[in-house]
């Protein structure tokens, strides 16, 4: 069994969903954590300490960012923050005739209080310049549309965004290592 620490319950859904397609049952436990660092490992690393020293238990954490071509580490760990002041609008402002290849990154921290182990999962694609709707809230899906797809992350169904997703990479990665870890 794996604890999942997150405020966010779609994440966790994702995430939950990834793990039990290997066999692995997760719990959830939603708490807030403050973000602090430079990168997002900084920062998950950050959320997993806040997390351990209250649930003194064995979890994970994750923590994401969208990351565009033009602007280097732009919005990356400010994604979210990037999006509520200036919303799409001032995002396909900030784009405009420029080269929208964007990367989305998630970083998933495994943590027993002792040990600090990270995963990574990227995907490569490109920012629309419209919004779309769909099942998946984020606001950077709703915008993104992976290479070699025609449509955006926030409209392809569950088992796709299981197949592709960023946050589905990260959390394969650390499926595989935590099967090993408990032979």
């Not at 708490?31 to 020293?53: L, N, P, R, T, Y």
């Not at 919005?75 to 609008?89: D, L, M, V, W």
């Not at 405009?96 to 990270?118: F, Q």
């Amino acid at each position: 069994m794996v604890l999942v620490v997150t405020s966010n319950s779609q994440k966790f859904e994702q995430i939950k969903e990834v793990l039990q397609s290997v066999g692995i049952s997760t719990d959830h436990y939603e708490m807030k954590m403050k973000e602090h660092g430079d990168s997002i490992e900084e920062i998950v690393k950050e959320k997993a300490k806040q997390a351990f020293e209250k649930l003194e238990e064995p979890l994970i954490v994750d923590d994401e960012g969208t990351f565009f071509r033009e602007f280097k580490e732009f919005p990356g760990t400010h994604s979210k923050r990037i999006y509520e002041a200036i919303g799409y609008e001032g995002i396909f402002r900030l784009l405009e005739g420029k080269n929208r290849d964007a990367v989305m990154r998630t970083i998933i921290c495994y943590t027993d209080g002792s040990r600090y182990e990270m995963f990574e999962g990227r995907v490569i694609g490109r920012i629309t310049n419209m919004v779309y709707s769909g099942a998946i809230e984020l606001p950077y899906a709703r915008i993104f549309i992976p290479d070699g797809y025609v449509e955006v992350m926030s409209m392809m169904d569950n088992k796709k965004i299981r197949e592709i997703s960023h946050r589905a990479i990260a959390v394969r990665k650390f499926a595989n290592w935590f099967k090993e870890i408990k032979k």
